[in-house]
């Protein structure tokens, strides 16, 4: 199972929704591992340093961040764009399309936006 983080602006509507349906998916909010108002390379940095793909609305600058982590050689495990007019429902079920199917380091050093359809 993939292992993802969700950034401190992540809809937290989609992170519950997604741990109702399977409480056994492993996601880390980064204000839960004192990472609150970290800026985006620093969060990419620890998500880099857990194994942990990055949940993110932020499509403006963690974007070029993580690409910036695979320019320079970096580990960067992935990043899942979810843009503000993905329905709820919809990111939920992506989400768990990816951490139940999906293989560990697919992801690595990949952006992808969802919906995955």
């Given at each position: 199972m993939?292992?993802?983080a969700?950034?401190?602006n992540?809809?937290?509507?989609i992170?519950r929704?997604?741990?109702?349906?399977?409480p056994?998916?492993?996601?880390?909010r980064v204000?839960?591992?004192?990472?609150?108002g970290?800026d985006?390379?620093?969060?990419?940095?620890?998500a880099?340093?857990?194994?942990r793909?990055?949940?993110t609305h932020?499509v403006?600058?963690?974007?070029h961040?993580?690409?910036?982590?695979?320019?320079?050689?970096?580990?960067?495990p992935?990043?899942?764009?979810?843009?503000?007019t993905?329905?709820?429902?919809?990111?939920?079920?992506?989400i768990l399309?990816m951490?139940?199917?999906?293989?560990?380091?697919e992801?690595?050093?990949?952006?992808?936006?969802?919906?995955?359809?």
């Open positions: 993939i292992p993802f969700a950034d401190e992540f809809d937290g509507t992170v929704g997604v741990l109702r349906r399977d056994m998916v492993d996601i880390a204000q839960d591992v004192g990472l609150a970290a985006d390379p620093r969060v990419l940095e620890w880099a340093g857990e194994g793909v990055l949940l932020d403006a600058t963690v974007t961040f993580a690409y910036a982590r695979v320019r320079e050689g970096k580990p960067m992935g990043v899942v764009e979810v843009g503000a993905v329905a709820v429902g919809r990111a939920i079920e992506d399309l951490a139940e199917c999906g293989i560990e380091n992801l690595e050093g990949q952006v992808v936006y969802l919906p995955l359809r």
